[in-house]
């Protein structure tokens, strides 16, 4: 479009336009920069991103995991792998890793597959299974990506017990379930 | 059941609207499934009588067919219909949908909250029907109600574990113990919300039956110790197949996760199994997953075993087999169909003889004899005939042990005795057993060794009716009686009545067919017969020799005397042979052992090559029922590593070939050998004659010498000894779940009241294998009978006891 219009273009766009746009540089210059500094610097997320998932204890430490597999039926993704087991009382207290019958022997999610809906924190019946904000999930192998129930349970707070032990706030189940066990003792949610 | 019912009798109804005939009878829940109307139900099963017990299932009835209607909604699943009358469902009357409502309320008022770790979560008609038939929300717990609770789980037996709250009392566990399976070991008991199934204190719930409750159950409040908390209905994979335990050939549904048996469920076939199956098909299934699984093959090297590649093992196999001399074949009763034409024709094809015998039990000569003349290829009684029949006549036979539908046919056809026309069950055993009363059978009391007498005197007797509706069902057990089978068959022949042969293993009656026998070749065709034997020689492309061979006594005394000098065994346990100790011998004094196996045995260690096989649950194959019914099931895992029987056998011939032995099988897979079977087809020439082709037989050592050996007058202090294997017992394919084995009964032996009184609660037992001391019971047996189950303690019977047809001292067992 060589027209001879060009010839009639103002003294503003021969000579102010094209170093204006270094204008535009220039001021950036004395801005705040935006630019993150991850992984040198972690950022906070928003305070409900769905991130790596935890499975909760009850204050004393024992797991909240039932082993029923709800959310592994809830995964679009197919993600979870859940087995589950009978829990026994026996005198040494080897054999209770949950209150009540059953707890998850094998819990497994895949973040190779996971897409973190968080589908299946709404199936959980019992709150063991919530997202935390954690959102660095890569590795360099597969294998690494299936990440095991020890990998994904809380972390024992004060006060909390390595499972399997005895119910220790409670006769049964239900005192747990009905948050039957004293106000002293805080949600091992996080 | 199978029949569909007659059409003359028709009703016609109005359901919602919709005008339809029914047979006179058929209950208004079921004529509202013809017109589409799932009425929602708890107790209503139809296999078991109707009984109104849950409520579930109400309907407005504005009229009864007399012009006037039911006041109050009734129960469709004890309504049966009548002419003109209009049935109102929930799908279009308000009254039947809010009873229905209110019904469901009423459940759920004092059940748990369970769902999660309910085994019966996700496949549950109550969580199914409250969502569909139910309300929202509870106004019972809105107020503040406290539900009923109870501690759980109890065991009502070491297997059937009971959780009270979750009970809906619809009474279809109590109804089938009673009315199936004839255990009425639990009842419900108390009233109102207390209302309970309870058991018996001092009987417990010991059925072989039991696992079926737990399938019926609508609810989770029977869950099995083998099955809880295992996995969800959602993560299985269902796979039809069938049971591998009896010669019943029941329908069974495997669920598997992971490459993993999970649980195994009844399939719904009413020709054969109906909706039930025994305690073993349906929790015997851990002996494939046991530690001593074998998993690669072996060979000797300096005495050891040691690992090996396939090929190696094939040609080492092959070289072997090529230079021990003659080789005999035992396959075991464990085969499915196409691996019993495998061992058939790899007898014939690579090995060159007739000496193959699939009867790893005490067997003769006259049995050999009787298969080929009367049961192969015989398709005569069916499970339906047994319904039907007007009596039927067990000989060596004790179905609930040894054949758990029949006696659960049996028991139905037997219990409508009370309304006309029931069939009449004659046992010949030594003593009225339980399973006996239960079929609501007559015994002819016989000493074991005098069955042959008593099935010749039948006939005589009118009082049992043996005629042209008559069924003779003779058990495997009868090969030791000589002249047994004859008279059977006799029996039979005179009177027009049909006779069936019940071996207690699902591949027996498949490897009669595919001819693991010396006297017999596929499609049963008699070795005997030249026209038999070129018809198969020219499919094969080999000659067939021409004399029947050993059966499995001959081939192990000829090992033993050195005149075989190799053998190839499949699922043979010494134990059950008629001689373990000469078994044992002869597997040492072989010079070279095959063997294919599942699990390591003394077959394995004693063996200079060991091929681990596939369990049924890697192959497909086919199961041949008692009736002569082809039960064919696909593989449910597919697992490279565990191949068929066929796929080793014809790896070794086509090695042995190479070597100028023999020519190769010719298939490979399961669909090869199928085709091939299927080519060759029966045979359509001469039968053999029972009676005939015995002397053709080599004689067997053993058993004959037994037969003759057994004194038959009455020595002072010498009982004869009677036996059979206990459904629940020590055999090999039960290992792995200690709660089905404690269900099991407690061994016992079982003596005349006489004779009881003389040796006390506690007696020795010995005979001319060792001697066993066992809790003792009084039953009506001859004064010079014993009964002792035959694999319930030690090694069994046959190790331990005595041999076949021989008898035993008693002696007071004082210490115990
Ligand atoms: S995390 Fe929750 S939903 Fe998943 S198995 Fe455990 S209890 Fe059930
Ligand atoms: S029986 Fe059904 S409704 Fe009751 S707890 Fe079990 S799954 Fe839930
Ligand atoms: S235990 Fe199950 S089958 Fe038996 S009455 Fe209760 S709900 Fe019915
Ligand atoms: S189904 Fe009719 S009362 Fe239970």
């Given at each position: 479009m060589a027209q001879p219009k060009s010839q009639s273009r103002s003294m503003k766009e021969q000579f102010w336009d094209p170093v204006a746009g270094f204008g535009v540089t220039f001021r950036t210059m004395f801005k705040k920069v935006?630019?993150?500094?991850y992984p040198f610097e972690k950022q906070p997320t928003a305070p409900r991103f769905h991130g790596r998932h935890q499975l909760n204890r009850w204050p004393d430490g024992l797991e909240k995991c039932i082993g029923c597999e709800l959310c592994a039926w809830a995964c679009p993704a197919d993600a979870i792998y859940v087995e589950g087991a009978t829990n026994t009382d026996d005198a040494d207290g080897e054999g209770r890793y949950s209150p009540g019958e059953r707890y998850g022997r094998v819990y497994q999610i895949n973040y190779l597959r996971c897409i973190l809906c968080g589908l299946c924190i709404e199936a959980c019946p019992t709150r063991a299974l919530t997202m935390t904000n954690e959102y660095e999930l890569a590795d360099t192998t597969r294998a690494d990506l299936i990440y095991e129930k020890s990998d994904l349970l809380a972390p024992l707070l004060p006060g909390m017990e390595q499972p399997p032990h005895p119910m220790r706030l409670g006769d049964d189940e239900g005192s747990y379930y009905r948050g039957e066990?004293?106000?002293?003792a805080k949600e091992g949610d996080s | 059941m199978t029949t569909v019912p007659e059409k003359t009798d028709l009703v016609t109804l109005t359901i919602d609207g919709v005008q339809l005939s029914v047979p006179k009878d058929t209950l208004v829940i079921r004529a509202a499934e013809q017109v589409g109307v799932q009425v929602p139900r708890f107790c209503d099963h139809p296999l078991l009588a109707p009984v109104g017990a849950c409520r579930q299932c109400l309907v407005d009835v504005p009229d009864a067919g007399n012009g006037r209607g039911f006041p109050k909604p009734q129960a469709s699943c004890t309504l049966p219909v009548a002419e003109g009358m209009v049935v109102n469902t929930q799908a279009t009357s308000p009254v039947a949908d809010k009873a229905q409502q209110g019904i469901m309320e009423f459940l759920l008022i004092n059940h748990p909250l369970d769902c999660p770790v309910c085994d019966k979560g996700g496949e549950c008609p109550l969580q199914n029907q409250a969502m569909s038939n139910g309300r929202a929300d509870s106004r019972f717990s809105a107020r503040g109600g406290v539900k009923r609770t109870y501690p759980k789980p109890i065991n009502i037996s070491a297997q059937v574990l009971l959780d009270r709250e979750r009970c809906v009392l619809c009474a279809r566990c109590t109804r089938f113990s009673e009315q199936i399976a004839g255990d009425p070991f639990i009842a419900l008991v108390e009233r109102g919300a207390l209302q309970q199934v309870g058991i018996y204190e001092r009987e417990?719930?010991?059925?072989?039956?039991?696992?079926n409750t737990i399938q019926i159950c609508p609810v989770g409040a029977l869950t099995s110790a083998d099955y809880r908390f295992r996995s969800r209905p959602f993560d299985l994979v269902s796979t039809p197949s069938v049971a591998e335990h009896d010669a019943c050939g029941s329908a069974i549904r495997i669920d598997h996760r992971r490459g993993k048996v999970m649980r195994r469920l009844a399939g719904n076939d009413p020709e054969v199994n109906e909706e039930w199956i025994t305690d073993k098909d349906r929790f015997g299934f851990h002996y494939a997953t046991e530690p001593d699984r074998l998993t690669y093959p072996q060979i000797r090297e300096d005495g050891e075993l040691r690992p090996a590649s396939w090929p190696e093992a094939f040609a080492v196999a092959a070289r072997g087999l090529s230079e021990a001399g003659g080789t005999g074949v035992l396959t075991g009763g464990r085969v499915t169909a196409e691996d019993a034409y495998a061992y058939s024709k790899f007898a014939r094809v690579a090995l060159g003889t007739n000496d193959i015998d699939f009867r790893s039990r005490p067997h003769s000569a006259e049995e050999a004899a009787f298969l080929a003349a009367e049961v192969v290829l015989r398709r005569t009684v069916t499970y339906a005939d047994l319904e039907s029949a007007s009596t039927v006549v067990l000989a060596g036979l004790e179905p609930e042990d040894e054949a758990g539908m029949i006696f659960l046919r049996l028991r139905k056809a037997a219990g409508r005795a009370g309304s006309g026309g029931g069939t009449r069950v004659v046992s010949i055993a030594p003593y009225a057993s339980r399973g006996l009363a239960k079929m609501h059978g007559q015994l002819v009391r016989t000493a074991p060794g005098d069955e042959a007498a008593a099935l010749a005197a039948l006939v005589a007797q009118g009082e049992f009716g043996i005629d042209k509706t008559a069924v003779i069902l003779v058990g495997e057990r009868l090969a030791t009686v000589p002249g047994a089978l004859s008279a059977a068959a006799g029996l039979a022949a005179r009177t027009g009545a049909r006779l069936a042969w019940v071996p207690r293993r699902a591949g027996d009656r498949g490897a009669v067919e595919a001819g693991c026998l010396p006297n017999l070749l596929p499609g049963g065709r008699p070795v005997a017969d030249a026209g038999a034997r070129v018809d198969v020689g020219a499919d094969w492309g080999v000659d067939v020799p021409e004399t029947p061979g050993r059966d499995a006594d001959g081939i192990i005394a000829a090992l033993g005397s050195g005149e075989l000098g190799g053998v190839v065994v499949g699922g043979v346990d010494p134990d059950d042979t008629t001689d373990p100790a000469a078994t044992r011998a002869a597997l040492e004094a072989a010079s070279f052992v095959v063997a294919l196996e599942l699990r390591e045995t003394d077959v394995t260690r004693a063996a200079d090559v060991v091929f681990p096989v596939a369990p049924v649950s890697d192959k497909a194959g086919t199961f041949v029922t008692w009736e002569g019914r082809p039960r064919p099931f696909e593989a449910v895992f597919s697992s490279p590593s565990s191949l068929p029987d066929l796929r080793i056998l014809a790896g070794i011939a086509e090695e042995l070939s190479a070597l100028g032995v023999g020519r190769p099988l010719g298939f490979r897979t399961v669909a090869e050998a199928r085709a091939e079977m299927e080519e060759m087809g029966p045979w359509d020439g001469e039968r053999a004659v029972l009676g005939g082709s015995e002397t053709a037989l080599r004689p067997s050592s053993t058993t004959e010498e037994a037969g003759a050996g057994a004194p038959s007058s009455t020595t002072e202090g010498h009982f004869a000894l009677a036996t059979w294997k206990l459904m629940i017992d020590n055999g090999s394919l039960q290992d792995g779940d200690k709660a089905y084995r404690a269900t099991g009964r407690a061994p016992v032996a079982r003596l005349s009241p006489t004779a009881y009184d003389a040796h006390g609660p506690t007696v020795t037992l010995t005979g001319d294998r060792g001697s066993v001391t066992l809790p003792a019971e009084p039953a009506e047996l001859d004064d010079d009978v014993v009964w002792v189950p035959a694999n319930s303690f030690g090694n069994g019977v046959l190790a331990d006891l005595a041999s076949p047809g021989s008898r035993v001292t008693i002696a007071k067992g004082a210490d115990q």
């Open positions: 935006v630019t993150e500094q066990y004293g106000a002293s | 417990p719930f010991e059925s072989y039956f039991s696992g």
